[in-house]
């Protein structure tokens, strides 16, 4: 399933090295991390929150689970989630993050979206041979409608994992300064 995902690109990797002690990158990055849930509903309430730091989840010292926080009018959907470990080598540490913008809630949507489309096409490709009156323009639309139902939460979750990847390499070469 992972490999599936890196191809669609909804799975991305980030390694990243910095010349900086671990002890002070995990104190820096729980300065801009508020701690709480990484779940698909958790940033119902992002909105009204106060704190000015971008991102939220769990930093230990061994790993961490981060995703941006939702702001008030923030057009862009922030869907994907980063967890990475850190390993120190002289003096230098290394960052493996993931950062996957797939979600588990996906699965019944794209199933139930199958099977509607799937009954509409059969629907009106049956009316149409036992001699109904099936508009001729009916099954170009809702080929096109379900590519659109299908493709926009597709791109929505391509674009939200490239974002966060291009934030985090930035976020993390700005917290070495």
Do not use: W
């Amino acid at each position: 399933m992972k490999e599936l995902l890196e191809k669609l690109k909804l799975v991305d990797s980030l390694k990243t090295e910095l010349v900086i002690e671990k002890s002070d990158f995990v104190h820096k990055l729980r300065n801009i991390v508020d701690e709480g849930s990484t779940g698909i509903f958790s940033d119902i309430f992002d909105v009204f929150s106060s704190s000015k730091n971008e991102y939220k989840g769990e930093v230990s010292f061994n790993g961490f689970k981060i995703k941006r926080r939702r702001k008030f009018f923030d057009m862009n959907f922030n869907m994907a989630i980063a967890k990475g470990t850190y390993n120190q080598k002289d003096d230098k540490l290394i960052i493996d993050t993931e950062i996957n913008g797939f979600h588990v809630m996906m699965i019944p949507f794209y199933i139930f979206c199958i099977i509607i489309y799937g009954v509409f096409i059969v629907g009106f490709l049956s009316a149409d041979e036992i001699g109904g009156n099936a508009p001729g323009f009916a099954f170009p639309f809702i080929i096109i409608h379900a590519a659109f139902m299908m493709g926009i939460p597709y791109f929505i979750m391509r674009r939200s994992t490239r974002r966060l990847k291009h934030e985090l390499e930035r976020e993390f070469f700005y917290l070495t300064k």
